[in-house]
């Protein structure tokens, strides 16, 4: 089975963006909205990829990711979606022998930074770096399927 280790944190300051040394426009949506598993459409740029992953809160989950046709990407977006979609830029930020994204939501999801690290095992040890804030891997909240349905400007102050 494909696994994703994964930690979310919010961002508390803009220092990242001097370390950055990429970024990618992002626009996701979702193929279905409860169950086991969510199904996302994804254009990156000019790729698309559909992905499951499953339907669980925390830092290790199933994942599954394949190639599709950039223009069947935009049909699915523009008709098969079943919330709005997701969209941001991601940035690549290397820090202490490890890359970091963070995702700069846009639209219904802007002004929020969340910043995210893949590891290779559970216990695998990484430096936080000084514009790191709270981590939020467990407030289902913060994933991507959960902000199309209920948009970080729907949450109110």
Known sequence: MATEIEHKFLVCNESWREQAHASQDFEQGYLCGDGPASVRVRIEGEQANINIKAATVGTVRAEYE???????AREMLACLCVAPPVVKTRYWVRHAGHTWEVDVFAGANAPLVVAEIE???VDEAFE???WLGEEVSDDPRYYNHALAFEPYSSWGA
């Open 66 to 72: 394949y190639s599709i046709p950039i223009e069947e």
């Open 128 to 130: 936080r770096p000084d």
């Open 119 to 121: 590891l290779n095992t």
